[in-house]
């Protein structure tokens, strides 16, 4: 720390923080693990600190654990700082000034899985944050043949397979970075990576084993010290700003906020300000927590109480009114600035996390600010429009205004990694409002999107059942088995499907005819509701006399009502078969003859 006496500020270069990504299953919790894991077995007692939300991990030990790859003395920066909530969709939703919370990330990809959808969402975040990182291309300890070194450089671990194993691994790398490329990263192997800004190294690990981790913390170490220097250069004395992580109750303290701090120091006689569902929120500390070194746990409370914390770091902020503190928002210490002027740049930052919503629409509820807006993105991609986008839970008013919307297929809510409240579910059960949950934004989309299209299919199921559908049918000879009253004839449907209250048009002169309606059809002396293409049937139809409107051989009609046919023709041509669409086509063109605009 060099204290600038002119100034009276102390430049400092603080922790970069870490996040973990990449598709569930992977292997980010246990790499997490690994690392803390060997920092506790292998490190000076109380080399790493637990934080809250996060695992701090000094430049010395990371130079432990990675063995001759680190040389302390190359560096500059005091070591890692690892969010502790895995996966992509933490990092894409903790923010700090507009950009990643994390400074610095790690996606994680099995071998022999490769990539995944979710591996290819957090490239994308990875992207348009311009966040720095490395690809541990892990599990390499599943492959058939593999020797286990535990803890070791890969290199090490390398030189310890046989060649068919190393054939294996290598092949599956070669896809990875095949599949990077196609996601326009150019990629390769960290050794034969020259410069790192133009290429994404990666690294063989086994989260299991940790082989590999050595050479991730290495490339962690490098790549931070390379292209963060500037960006970890901060004013340590200054006032404190941070990303809420959660907010909950804290025994003892009323409501508290977690706060990972990534620029300046928070005091216990400070004033925040903190980013809110209605206005932000201006309140004095009560109480800094952190949770007590892994020695004294004996003690009641799990955490203690500090004077001060400096960025970066993980620390529970108690104080009063807290309650519509919001995850994903910004705390502000204020200290050389008026209070006013940090309220509106908190509010700036709010009005920043865009989310646009509309008069129609669903409901989305979240658990952060920042996975709010994911899930909108998400949802505006997919076109679908929101009514009303809060962080918390799914309460009872979420489903009320789900239950107005116009139309039915927006009478949902989709809730991402928040729970439904009990009454929310009864109310949903109760007006017919659909919710949605999930922890994984494109799922979250795709249940829906499905429900969507099930919905309209089965809507036009049911327009179908009731639509009059075109059929002609013809008169056989020598089966007139009444004249009149009703008149009970032998036909053959020629095409489409006859039905029972089918209306029967004459169509050979130059007007449509109405001649009566089909009351029965009659297959084998059975009755039957209709009859398909080439069925021979008998039909009783009321309205006519066999000799006067209605003669053996001729060609009759099953007549749409206009709206029908024109329904028919311009939504449901794909839905009907093809002899019906051609029946369709020749009863418009029969009808449009005479007058062209009819069924329009
Ligand atoms: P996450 O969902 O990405 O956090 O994945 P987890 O860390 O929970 O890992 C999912 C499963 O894969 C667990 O059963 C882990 O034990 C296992 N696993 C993770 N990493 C490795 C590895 O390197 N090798 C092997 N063999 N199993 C692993």
């Known amino acids: 720390t060099n204290a600038d006496a002119a100034g009276g500020t102390a430049e400092s270069l603080r922790t970069p923080i870490?996040?973990?990504?990449?598709?569930v299953d992977h292997g980010k919790t246990t790499l997490l693990d690994k690392i803390r894991g060997s920092a506790v077995t292998d490190g000076e007692a109380g080399a790493i600190t637990q934080h809250i939300g996060a695992t701090a991990v000094p430049l010395e030990t990371v130079s432990e654990l990675a063995g001759s790859l680190v040389d302390p003395d190359d560096f500059d920066l005091p070591g890692l700082l690892f969010i502790d909530t895995p996966g992509h969709h933490s990092f894409s939703t903790l923010r700090s000034r507009g950009g990643a919370l994390a400074d610095i990330a790690i996606l994680v990809v099995d071998v022999n899985d490769g990539f995944q959808p979710q591996t290819i969402e957090a490239l994308d975040i990875l992207r348009r944050t311009e966040t720095p990182f490395v690809v541990a291309a892990n599990k390499i300890d599943t492959v058939p043949g593999w020797n286990p070194q535990s803890d070791v450089p890969i290199q090490e671990s390398y030189d310890a397979q046989s060649d068919r194993a190393r054939a294996t691994l290598d092949e599956n790398l070669y896809e990875l970075i095949g599949e990077l490329s196609d996601h326009d990263f150019s990629a390769d192997m960290y050794w034969r990576v020259q410069n790192f800004a133009n290429n994404v190294g990666v690294v063989p690990t086994s989260a299991e084993t940790?082989?590999?981790?050595?050479?991730?913390l290495t490339v962690l170490m490098g790549l931070s010290q390379r292209y963060l220097k500037d960006a970890m250069a901060i004013d340590v004395d200054g006032p404190g700003a941070g990303t809420v992580l959660e907010v909950k109750d804290q025994k003892g303290f009323g409501t508290a906020i977690d706060v990972v701090l990534y620029d300046g120091t928070v005091r216990s006689d400070d004033t925040i300000v903190v980013g809110a569902s209605g206005?932000?929120?201006?309140?004095?500390?009560?109480?800094?927590?952190?949770?007590?070194?892994?020695?004294?746990?004996?003690?009641?409370?799990?955490?203690?109480?500090?004077?001060?914390?400096?960025?970066?770091?993980?620390?529970?902020?108690?104080a009063p009114e807290l309650d519509s503190a919001m995850a994903g928002a910004p705390v502000r210490v204020v200290r050389d600035q008026p209070r006013e002027e940090v309220v509106a740049a908190v509010e700036e930052e709010l009005a920043a996390i865009g989310v646009t919503t509309q008069e129609e629409g669903v409901v989305v509820k979240a658990d952060t600010l920042g996975s709010l807006e994911a899930v909108?993105?998400?949802l505006e991609e997919a076109e679908i429009p929101i009514v009303r986008a809060e962080v918390g839970a799914v309460a009872p008013r979420d489903v009320t205004v789900a239950s107005t919307a116009d139309e039915e297929k927006h009478e949902t809510v989709l809730a991402f990694s928040v729970d439904v409240l009990d009454n929310a579910a009864d109310l949903a059960e109760e007006s017919g409002v659909r919710i949605f949950e999930s922890d994984v934004i494109y799922r979250l989309v795709e249940e829906y999107d499905e429900f969507v299209t099930e919905r309209e299919r089965s809507q036009q199921d049911a327009i179908l059942e009731n639509i009059s559908r075109p059929a002609r049918f013809q008169l056989l000879p020598d089966h007139t088995f009444r004249q009149n009253d009703p008149a009970v004839v032998g036909v053959e449907v020629l095409t489409g499907t006859l039905k029972r209250n089918a209306r029967v048009v004459d169509f050979s002169g130059?007007?449509?005819?109405?001649?009566?309606?089909?009351?029965?059809?009659?297959?084998?002396?059975?009755?039957?509701?209709?009859?398909?293409?080439?069925?021979?049937?008998?039909?009783?139809?009321?309205?006519?006399?066999?000799?006067r409107q209605i003669e053996e051989g001729d060609e009759l009609w099953v007549g749409l009502p206009?709206?029908?046919?024109?329904?028919?023709?311009?939504?449901?041509?794909?839905?009907?078969?093809?002899?019906?669409?051609?029946?369709?086509?020749m009863y418009l063109d029969k009808h449009r003859r005479r007058d062209p605009f009819w069924g329009k």
């Open 18 to 23: 870490v996040a973990v990504l990449g598709h």
């Open 210 to 216: 940790g082989e590999g981790v050595p050479d991730v």
């Open 279 to 318: 206005d932000p929120i201006v309140t004095d500390v009560r109480a800094l927590l952190q949770p007590r070194p892994l020695a004294e746990i004996r003690t009641e409370s799990r955490f203690e109480q500090v004077d001060a914390v400096s960025a970066a770091a993980g620390l529970k902020i108690a």
């Open 376 to 378: 909108a993105d998400a």
């Open 510 to 547: 130059s007007e449509p005819k109405r001649i009566g309606e089909v009351n029965g059809i009659q297959d084998q002396g059975e009755d039957v509701d209709q009859a398909r293409k080439g069925d021979r049937v008998s039909v009783a139809i009321d309205g006519p006399t066999v000799g």
């Open 562 to 585: 206009e709206k029908h046919a024109k329904v028919l023709e311009q939504e449901l041509t794909e839905d009907i078969p093809a002899d019906e669409a051609d029946a369709l086509r």
